[in-house]
């Protein structure tokens, strides 16, 4: 992983924060001053100099700064952080906790938290179009777009037999792995031997837990978790360390294996769009920087706009496989994944769902599962008893209490997640397999002896009711658990604890009436609830949707039983509102909307039931965001990704782009000396540079009038392959070589120095002078060198290049020899005037998927830069 950051921070592999100075607006950390003359380059911030220099952040001129700045360590300060313009002389820096906000819009990012931003650096999605891409297009015929086209479709289709195959072998491992344990245990139960069953329940759980905690050791803590904050921060634009490599998704599959099967209250639907990403990744481009594997048939997609739209449809084909829900899919990509989207990927992202779905389908059908069972959790439902219009207000009573469960949820884990990391922040990793420990322990204990106290109930008790028309049949066969009952006796309560999480799902779905008591409901309502809240975040692989859905499956059954006792005169079916209570649960968690209302139902094969899951849906959100966000925007705020929601931060929509950009800007001409490019690479770690127009007399030296953007990848390449040339002529000015036409005194800026008689004294006849403006340039028709095209810097771009000492440029060519620019640099970046508002640069930066965005004046000349993390 490239350890460049953006225009601003470099990238650092260690855990320990050092703090560097700082002013309210630039909180990363002050940057030593370069100003340029000639090539010389000096650092005013004697701190910094020396080998320990790094630039992090540049400072506004327009501001009055103080090289006597102060340090103030201060935990317990308020300062504000939202009011850019107020420096003081002695500059402090508020060193203090994260904090937790949670009311929509409120949250404001302190200073140690954009401090640890600075590891994460931006994805290049534009097209850089320069003269190398613009001659290949011109070369281009219609074959080679529609072999590029059918090449799309085709990665699609392999994207998603692989995400097929993948759910497959979760969903068959984790059902051999829990006939082993509950088989194992059953065998002492069945006799009596309660507590050797425990232990040999509890064993297997622990050895499983333990298992799928120490696989994440040795590939990293990202692979730990859902994974949805990171495939959300990385489709918007946020390079994620490790999030998307090979390694973290072997990691991934083995711990969410072992995981599902450990007894935990976690399911497997977030690691699966995490696992369907990293495939979509390394299928869509085949090609791999932990392996080193670079193949040049594939080199077309080796960019990160191709990328990014290959793992939103690995992620949307993910939870397509999960839930055996294509269209689910398709809506969640588009809906709660990813932040760009367009029709042709809508296509494609469809049909990727569809082979995903169809080849997990296939593949248990071979192995003679059962024929509805598309995908990794799917559960039959009736399709034949309907509900009264007198029930929606139930339904919408069932999304008032998924909203409050959910934001409650949101609430108490956002808290347990950051007291993990504050705890486990300087202990050992193995402290985390501990913790692991802990909650299987606790886990298997409290699921187990709910079983064992629970009563038993005759099997005659669960049979369907008269009242329900005779038309009416269960869906899928009821699995009873005994559990120490006799043999014509069951345990409601085991059916749930002891027993799989798809398991106990059916049965909270069954068409039966009285398959569990009203005194099971309440008490497993509050364990899973409990237990899902302290699961999530241990270091293992684990997801929220089936837990949450069990939650509110359990909460809607016991709603649907009571309101049976209270309405005797009505039938009111509880499996319909054990439905509507899991999708009113998810949303309150997750605040999806159209996505899960389709996932739902087409989980469920329960069509007719649109409704009632759209209302309990939208109430559930609209209560949820009356007091904070969904879970993962919280995570993404405590790892500190620098995510750009779709609306900008209210505290900042005041303020104009010259309020929160750097004006202190590093560029580069034209035409460059080779030693001064190595000399400003080797200076700082920005990501991009302004291409400015080279001085033509000393007369116009502080011109910066702004050309095109060069990355700092592009420039390691220019120096990889040394496409240097020799020093070229400064091109002639018009305007400078033509006489001057009578009563023509104007300055540059337009500006007439003499007064207007005098202009129409020595002005006649109205003839108006010559403009140096407005004149066509040709940046755009400069010849590239002969030994780079537009195939080579797509490959070179996909790659690491050893470091500048490690390549061998010889003094000779560092001091005589240039760097021209010109066919090389992004002539149609997008560009900020200095008069835009913040929010319409917000919106053009979010929109347009940028990374840098220069800031100029009227003049076109440069005035600063705003990168992602300058708009939080």
Request: glycine fraction near 8%; charge should be neutral; aromatic fraction near 12%.
């Amino acid at each position: 992983m490239s350890k460049e950051n953006d225009f601003y921070g470099g990238y650092n592999d260690s855990t320990e924060l050092k703090y560097v100075f700082s002013d309210e607006r630039s909180p990363i950390g002050q940057t030593s001053n370069l100003n340029r003359s000639g090539n010389s380059y000096t650092n005013s911030n004697p701190l910094l100099s020396g080998n320990n220099y790094q630039s992090n952040h540049y400072n506004d001129n327009n501001n009055n700064h103080n090289n006597n700045n102060d340090i103030i360590i201060n935990n317990n300060s308020n300062s504000d952080y939202n009011q850019p313009n107020h420096h003081s002389d002695n500059l402090q820096i508020h060193m203090e906790p994260s904090s937790l906000t949670h009311r929509r819009g409120k949250h404001t990012f302190t200073e140690l938290e954009k401090l640890k931003m600075s590891n994460f650096e931006s994805l290049d999605f534009p097209i850089i179009d320069n003269q190398l891409y613009r001659e290949y297009l011109k070369k281009s015929t219609r074959l080679n777009h529609m072999l590029k086209t059918f090449g799309k479709w085709v990665i699609c289709f392999a994207i998603g037999v692989a995400v097929g195959i993948f759910a497959y072998i979760v969903k068959q491992s984790v059902e051999y792995v829990n006939i082993f344990k509950f088989s194992a245990s059953e065998k002492y139960i069945s006799k009596g031997e309660k507590f050797i069953g425990f232990l040999v329940y509890y064993s297997i759980n622990l050895l499983f837990g333990l298992l799928a905690s120490l696989v994440i050791i040795p590939v990293g803590q990202i692979a730990s978790g859902s994974g949805i904050p990171e495939v959300k921060g990385y489709l918007n634009g946020i390079r994620i360390p490790h999030s998307m490599n090979v390694r973290t998704l072997f990691g991934k599959v083995i711990s969410l294996i072992f995981s599902f099967s450990s007894g935990l209250i976690l399911g497997p639907e977030g690691p699966m769009i995490h696992i369907g990403s990293m495939i979509g990744g390394a299928v869509g481009q085949v090609k791999s920087k932990t392996l080193k594997c670079y193949p040049k048939m594939f080199w077309k997609y080796h960019n990160d706009r191709d990328r990014r739209d290959f793992i939103s449809t690995g992620a949307a084909a993910g939870i397509a496989a999960a839930f055996g829900a294509p269209i689910g899919g398709v809506l969640f990509g588009f809906e709660e994944a990813s932040s760009f989207w367009s029709r042709q990927l809508t296509w494609r992202t469809f049909f990727a769902c569809l082979v995903a779905t169809i080849t997990t389908n296939i593949i248990l059908q071979g192995f003679q599962m059962q024929i509805h069972d598309y995908g990794v959790l799917t559960f039959g439902f009736s399709t034949e008893y309907l509900y009264r219009y007198s029930e929606l207000i139930g339904f919408a009573g069932l999304g008032v209490l998924g909203g409050l469960l959910g934001a409650f949820f949101v609430f108490c884990n956002v808290r347990l997640s950051r007291f993990r990391m504050e705890f486990f922040a300087k202990r050992s990793i193995y402290w985390r397999v501990l913790e692991v420990f802990v909650f299987i322990t606790l886990t298997s204990s409290i699921l187990f002896s709910a079983a064992t106290f629970s009563g038993c109930r005759a099997l005659s008790d669960a049979s369907n009711s008269s009242d329900i028309p005779s038309d009416i049949q269960t869906a899928q066969n009821d699995t009873f658990i005994k559990f120490f009952c006799p043999d014509s006796q069951y345990n409601d309560m085991a059916g749930l604890s002891f027993n799989s999480l798809d398991a106990a799902l059916r049965l909270l779905y069954s068409r039966s009436l009285n398959v569990f008591s009203i005194q099971t409901l309440v008490v497993f309502t509050i364990i899973s609830f409990f237990l899902t809240t302290v699961t999530s975040g241990l270091m293992l692989a684990s997801g929220l949707f089936i837990p949450m859905m069990l939650v509110g499956a359990s909460l809607g059954r016991l709603v649907g039983q009571i309101g049976g006792m209270m309405f005797t005169n009505s039938t009111i079916d509880p499996s319909i509102y054990a439905m509507v209570g899991s999708s009113a649960m998810m949303a309150g968690f997750s605040r999806m909307t159209i996505s899960l209302a389709v996932i739902v139902v087409e989980l469920t094969e329960g069509t007719q039931y649109m409704l009632p899951v759209i209302l309990s849906v939208m109430v559930a959100k609209w209560v949820g965001d009356i007091f904070n966000e969904s879970i993962y925007e919280h995570l993404m705020e405590q790892k500190c990704y620098p995510f750009l929601p779709s609306q900008p931060p209210k505290s900042m929509v005041k303020l104009s782009v010259t309020d929160i950009m750097k004006s202190d800007v590093v560029t580069l001409n034209e035409v460059e000396k080779v030693s001064t490019v190595i000399q400003i690479l080797q200076s700082n770690q920005h990501h991009g540079f302004p291409v400015i127009e080279r001085p033509r007399t000393e007369e116009f030296d502080e011109e910066r009038t702004y050309c095109g953007l060069i990355l700092r990848s592009q420039l390691h390449i220019l120096l990889y392959y040394k496409i240097f040339c020799y020093e070229q002529p400064l091109p002639k000015n018009p305007y400078l070589l033509r006489p001057k036409r009578t009563g023509e005194n104007q300055d540059l800026g337009g500006n007439n120095s003499s007064n207007n008689n005098n202009n129409n004294n020595n002005n006649p006849a109205g003839v108006r002078p010559s403009r140096r403006w407005g004149k066509v340039t040709d940046y755009g028709h400069v010849q590239a060198d002969g030994r780079m095209n537009y195939e080579i810097m797509s490959q070179s771009l996909a790659r690491h290049f050893p470091s500048i000492d490690k390549m061998k440029i010889s003094n000779e060519e560092m001091e005589n020899m240039y760097i021209d620019l010109r066919p090389y640099m992004n002539l149609s970046s997008v560009v900020a005037n200095e008069t835009f508002s913040f929010s319409e640069t917000y919106q053009l930066f979010r929109l347009l998927g940028l990374r840098h965005l220069p800031v100029v004046n009227k003049m076109n000349e440069v005035v600063g830069i705003v990168t992602r993390k300058d708009l939080l």
